[in-house]
């Protein structure tokens, strides 16, 4: 079983992004992200109607970071501190050496490889500092945009599960990318 420590959090950097820990001064732009139906379309989770509740998901998150169960960072452009997006590992098992990533970026920096740089940067410190083995994401199969960042980034197709999910009175399928330590380039 792999050990985790977030602890201190570190920040995480590519050519264009700063990938940094997500705070309470980014309330209206988590707001903006989890209460917009664009970027909630393919996420089965209750989309954020108030700054309290985009303040208790930023604690969430960073409960998580100091418990060592779960990770998320904002993603910043280089030149501004404004979060655009989240991103992060999660459901993390050690025990498999294996976690879940998960990644949203606000509609208007869609199509600029802004996800893919950050998804680099992510699993870039999954392999090397939480020392996993692998590497999934799961997905609403009609989220095509996510399929092809996937896809762009060495993950392959592990499953595509039918109705397991039930949301709002809808059952929706499940498709399960991941990537391998082995398979990954740097």
Do not use: C
Request: aromatic share 8%; charged share 25%.
């Amino acid at each position: 079983m792999i050990t985790i420590n977030f602890l201190p959090f570190q920040n995480l950097e590519t050519e264009r992004l700063l990938l940094r820990r997500v705070s309470v001064e980014d309330v209206h732009e988590v707001l903006a992200l989890r209460g917009n139906p664009e970027t909630m379309k393919y996420i089965p989770r209750p989309i954020i109607k108030t700054i309290e509740e985009a303040m208790e998901h930023i604690n969430m998150i960073n409960e998580k970071i100091d418990a060592n169960i779960g990770i998320n960072w904002a993603i910043t452009l280089k030149e501004s501190t404004k979060l655009i997006g989240i991103i992060g590992h999660y459901r993390i098992q050690p025990e498999n050496h294996r976690s879940e990533i998960g990644y949203m970026i606000l509609p208007e920096y869609n199509g600029k490889g802004i996800t893919s740089e950050a998804i680099k940067a992510v699993i870039n410190y999954g392999f090397e500092q939480m020392q996993l083995h692998s590497i999934e994401a799961v997905i609403d199969p009609e989220n095509s945009a996510s399929e092809k960042v996937l896809q762009k980034n060495g993950f392959v197709k592990e499953a595509h599960i039918l109705e397991n999910e039930l949301w709002e009175g809808k059952f929706w399928d499940t498709v399960i990318y991941s990537l391998l330590r082995r398979n990954f380039k740097k």
